[in-house]
């Protein structure tokens, strides 16, 4: 009992102490700081932290909205029942995706750098690779979201953490300028990678993708920078062509990803979280979508006309009696009202519906090998382009075998024989014949809904394959060809969003878009 | 005291006059201005660092609120009645708000003092005795509040505050110049005639820009409590009443679109006005005459079709409008709700932006002073035995299906919308009392 009477002054003046608290005075600041968190970051914690926010798989409910209900219908990369609203963006989802990259994604590269200005001396060299894997990984997400937006923010964005010299109301940067800073960026880090002397000791833990491999972030820096600069094949092909040149002139300076083990993709261990693993993402969006994981009908049955040894593991046959392969047409008008699997052909189930160990694929071998194939096509630098062609053809088979043996649910298939494959790949109207069409037609089948945004791109890039149009009532529904801006942005930022009004609907086209 | 100062009229029994000037300040919520990292473990035992999309401040005021109060009491006919009228006006300066940003910042918000808000209102009781005689009073008092709001300002280039978020279809936010708690949502796409258009699939179009649909906040609050004694037995009576302002139910939004609200019976089949239909071949839904009507080829005849009230568009060869005419469109009941009560997509939310008035019996209660006669063995005196009812039910009220007191919360924006979790009607209480002295 005196005990509690003693110390009741000394509450008293912690309370008084508490209460004055509020007052956000800068000595009270440092008494008060949250138990839970802590007032400094570890550049490796961050740069883990990006990895994942890059969001390589692609994350459950981007697979569902902007995958299925938007991008594979546009891109045709898988069967949609679609309605009149076939060619409108899902905005808010959308708006995550931008909200994403903004405030996390690139914000996390930023951080980075803010914190590694601050390292005392004798630990910058053992730190400075982060920075360069950072820029990387920003490349990529920056790429991806441009492709989608066009023009953006990016100049003189990403501030608002900085206490000096906040801009809340970043200009739109043209697309041609963002892919420049991306573009030499990446030259940059692979230039850097390339002569670095110290590596931080916690970067083979931390790194998720790569295990600390560099010359794996180099082949994934220059493929990455590859693909870009073919991107702008239509568009300023002055400034694509030496790009492609030095890379491909100088394969040792330059490495790039041209086997099946130095394939990049985000592997996600099975045992882990359910929402992190492929299981939680691509396989749930793809189950709870039935009529949204149909069999293309232009990719289906161009595969079937070219025994095309990927069929059996992409597509599963109609439950009919003869077991065909049926694709769904992707205009409304040619959809019939009941769209059932006894009549169609879906998505493999053990592929892509029930597959727990399929990953993120980045970049692929047999992507590389079709943009040399372009490139040589294209005479921007010396090689063999029907050699190209042919072993892009030849990875990619491998690639979407192996992914399906990586199924620990369903039983391996054997791969396929090399007088099947060779058949293939001779067929006349698989067989290189020297034009874009046949080029981008084969590499669109190989990205499809593994890598759809790149599939779209690609599709936007060169209009090859050509796809029917969709028709309702026999009126046509214009193509969406871009993501119109979120309307947060558009609310927080509107002086900037002025100068890109005029162009922000979704059939105009983004800059690399002439064709 | 201004009954004392000045000599007035003999009906006037009293007077008051109050004037009030106040400067209230606060604080933000604890660790607000705290610079943070969270620490986590990424499978496989992986340390990562993250931070709040949330960008805590720099520096940080509390917040003020000055409040002005003028208020006149009068006690009439000998205290008989009572008046109690009151003017205030708020200036709330400062305020601490998260507020948000354009992502491309490199953050959702920023916690920041920002923003003028104004309220201005009046108040005003009555409160006496209507009839008081040695047996029987009759004791009442009614009052009302008005209070008007307004954003004046917000931060340097802020338009709008989202306050809050409903799947990205409804927002109730504040505007500058405009009042608190405006309701915004993607609404029904309308002909210039006001009629809503159905779109080729025979569901309603939903427009592709946010308009206001209403304001949480209510125009008029008032309550009304009366007491009826007659010798020892006395009944009271409260009621409550809120007129204007509307409610956002998310509740009836997913009643609906699961038809568990009673609105979804209608068309739902032949008994409830659905009307026939058959699916042909090429799977449009084809209105039969009768539902004793046979279908070709012997197809399934439903019963449950219903065609919009609304207008269809008419287009040209290059697919213009060139004018509207009456849906004929159509469509399975189900299919509707499914549709224009969707997830997102065509969801149309505005649907459930109900007017909120009501008058609710707050509170009834019946008492019984029992004579002293019974009760001498027990060692009390001034027995009373009462019955309470709580919360007992709404006279008038215009949000279906739900108790309009079933908010999220009951103060600031939430009390004019529910969401999934918090949709439990305030319960109802009947006791009894007994009280006495000793």
């Given at each position: 009992m005196t005990h509690t009477i003693k110390s009741a002054p000394c509450l008293l003046a912690l309370l008084i102490v508490a209460a004055s608290g509020v007052a956000c005075h800068d000595a009270y600041d440092a008494l008060f700081l949250d138990p839970d968190k802590s007032t400094t970051a570890r550049i490796e914690y961050l740069f883990t932290q990006e990895l994942i926010d890059a969001d390589f798989p692609i994350h459950y409910g981007e697979w569902y909205w902007q995958v299925y209900n938007n991008v594979a219908a546009w891109a045709q990369v898988s069967g949609t029942v679609n309605d009149v609203n076939m060619m409108?963006?899902?905005?808010?989802?959308?708006?995550?995706?931008?909200?994403?990259?903004?405030?996390?994604?690139?914000?996390?590269?930023?951080?980075?750098a803010g914190i590694y200005d601050t390292l005392p001396q004798d630990q910058k060299a053992s730190y400075e690779v982060y920075l360069h894997l950072g820029k990387i990984v920003n490349a990529f997400t920056t790429a991806r979201t441009t492709d989608l937006w066009g023009d953006m923010p990016y100049s003189e964005a990403f501030t608002a953490r900085q206490t000096t010299g906040r801009n809340l109301f970043p200009k739109f940067d043209t697309q041609e300028s963002v892919y420049d800073a991306i573009l030499k960026d990446l030259k940059d880090a692979s230039d850097a990678l390339r002569t670095l002397t110290a590596v931080h000791s916690a970067l083979a833990t931390q790194d998720l993708l790569l295990k600390g491999d560099l010359v794996g972030w180099r082949r994934f820096a220059n493929s990455l920078r590859l693909r870009l600069a073919l991107r702008l094949s239509e568009v300023a092909p002055t400034k694509a062509q030496p790009i492609v040149l030095e890379i491909l002139a100088d394969p040792t300076t330059y490495p790039l990803v041209e086997t099946y083990t130095q394939n990049i993709a985000w592997y996600m261990d099975r045992t882990w979280t359910y929402d992190h693993n492929s299981l939680g993402n691509r396989s749930r969006a793809t189950s709870e979508l039935p009529n949204k994981v149909w069999a293309p009908k232009v990719m289906l049955d161009m595969m079937v006309a070219t025994n095309d040894p990927r069929l059996p593991i992409v597509f599963d046959r109609a439950f009919d009696s003869a077991r065909s392969y049926v694709g769904l047409p992707s205009s409304p008008d040619a959809?019939?009202?009941?769209?059932?699997?006894?009549?169609?052909?879906?998505?493999?189930?053990?592929?892509?519906?029930?597959?727990?160990?399929?990953?993120?694929?980045?970049?692929?071998?047999?992507?590389?090998?079709?943009?040399?194939?372009?490139?040589?096509?294209?005479?921007?630098?010396?090689?063999?382009?029907?050699?190209?062609?042919?072993?892009?053809?030849?990875?990619?088979?491998?690639?979407?075998?192996?992914?399906?043996?990586?199924?620990?649910?369903?039983?391996?298939?054997?791969?396929?024989?090399?007088?099947?494959v060779n058949a293939f790949i001779n067929d006349a109207a698989v067989a290189y014949n020297g034009t874009l069409e046949r080029i981008a037609t084969q590499k669109w089948i190989h990205l499809g809904i593994v890598q759809p945004y790149e599939a779209w791109a690609e599709l936007r890039r060169t209009d090859y394959p050509v796809l029917p149009p969709a028709l309702i009532g026999g009126r046509l529904l214009e193509r969406t060809v871009r993501i119109v801006y979120p309307s947060t942005e558009i609310t927080n930022n509107s002086q900037s969003y002025e100068a890109v009004r005029a162009k922000d609907t979704p059939t105009t086209r983004v800059w690399w878009d002439v064709k | 005291m201004f009954s004392d100062a000045f000599r007035l009229p003999a009906q006037i029994s009293s007077g008051k006059l109050r004037v009030n000037y106040a400067d209230v300040g606060r604080g933000g919520p604890r660790y607000l201005a705290n610079h943070v990292y969270s620490f986590s473990t990424w499978d496989g035992g992986i340390t990562v660092n993250s931070f709040s999309t949330t960008v805590p401040p720099l520096s940080l005021k509390p917040e003020h609120k000055f409040e002005t109060e003028v208020g006149l009491e009068m006690g009439l006919f000998d205290e008989r009645w009572h008046v109690d009228g009151s003017f205030y006006h708020q200036r709330n300066v400062d305020q601490i708000i998260p507020l948000a940003v354009a992502a491309s910042s490199g953050a959702t918000n920023l916690v920041v003092n920002a923003g003028v808000m104004t309220n201005t209102g009046q108040e005003l009781q009555l409160s006496g005795f209507p009839i008081r005689k040695s047996d029987f009073e009759w004791s009442t008092t009614v009052n009302v509040a008005r209070n008007r709001n307004q954003i004046s300002s917000l931060a340097a280039g802020l338009q709008t505050?989202?306050?809050?978020?409903?799947?990205d279809n409804l927002f109730v936010e504040a505007r500058p110049g405009q009042p608190f708690g405006d309701i915004y949502g993607y609404d029904f796409r309308r002909a210039p005639s006001g009629q809503k258009i159905v779109d080729q699939n025979g569901f309603y179009a939903k427009s592709d820009t946010l308009s206001l649909v209403g304001n949480i906040m209510p125009n008029w609050l008032g309550g009304l409590s009366s007491t009826f004694r007659y010798k020892g037995v006395s009944l009271s009576l409260l009621f409550d009443l809120r007129l204007g302002g509307q409610f956002a139910s998310m509740f009836d939004y997913y009643a609906l679109a699961t038809g568990r609200a009673k609105e979804t019976l209608f068309g739902r089949d032949q008994a409830h006005g659905g009307l026939p239909y058959y699916i042909d071949a090429a799977g449009n839904y084809?209105?039969?005459?009768?539902?004793?009507?046979?279908?070709?080829?012997?197809?399934?005849?439903?019963?449950?079709?219903?065609?919009?009230?609304?207008?269809?568009?008419?287009?040209?060869?290059?697919?213009?409008?060139?004018?509207?005419?009456?849906?004929?469109?159509?469509?399975?009941?189900?299919?509707?709700?499914?549709?224009?009560?969707?997830?997102?997509?065509?969801?149309?939310?505005?649907?459930?932006?109900?007017?909120?008035?009501?008058?609710?019996?707050?509170?009834?209660?019946?008492?019984?002073?029992?004579?002293?006669?019974?009760?001498?063995?027990?060692?009390?005196?001034?027995?009373?035995?009462?019955?309470?009812?709580r919360n007992l039910f709404y006279v008038y009220k215009t949000v279906p299906n739900i108790d309009p007191e079933s908010a999220t919360s009951t103060v600031d924006y939430r009390q004019g919308l529910n969401d999934y979790g918090a949709y439990h009607p305030t319960t109802r209480s009947l006791g009894f009392k007994i009280t006495g002295s000793f």
């Open positions: 409108r963006p899902v905005s808010d989802q959308w708006q995550n995706t931008w909200t994403d990259y903004y405030t996390k994604t690139a914000m996390d590269i930023r951080e980075i959809q019939p009202a009941t769209v059932d699997s006894a009549h169609f052909s879906r998505l493999n189930a053990a592929m892509f519906r029930n597959n727990d160990n399929f990953p993120g694929w980045v970049m692929t071998a047999a992507e590389v090998a079709f943009l040399k194939s372009e490139a040589y096509m294209r005479g921007w630098a010396t090689g063999n382009a029907k050699a190209a062609y042919d072993a892009a053809l030849r990875l990619s088979i491998e690639m979407y075998d192996s992914t399906y043996n990586r199924n620990t649910r369903a039983s391996d298939v054997a791969p396929p024989s090399d007088s099947v | 505050l989202v306050l809050q978020n409903f799947e084809v209105r039969l005459p009768s539902h004793d009507a046979i279908a070709p080829n012997g197809t399934t005849v439903y019963h449950d079709g219903i065609i919009l009230p609304g207008v269809k568009q008419v287009f040209d060869a290059s697919g213009n409008v060139v004018g509207y005419l009456p849906n004929d469109k159509l469509v399975p009941e189900w299919e509707y709700y499914e549709t224009n009560f969707d997830w997102k997509t065509q969801g149309i939310y505005t649907q459930v932006v109900y007017d909120n008035n009501y008058i609710k019996l707050r509170e009834l209660t019946l008492s019984f002073d029992l004579p002293a006669a019974w009760t001498r063995h027990v060692p009390a005196r001034n027995l009373r035995l009462s019955l309470i009812g």
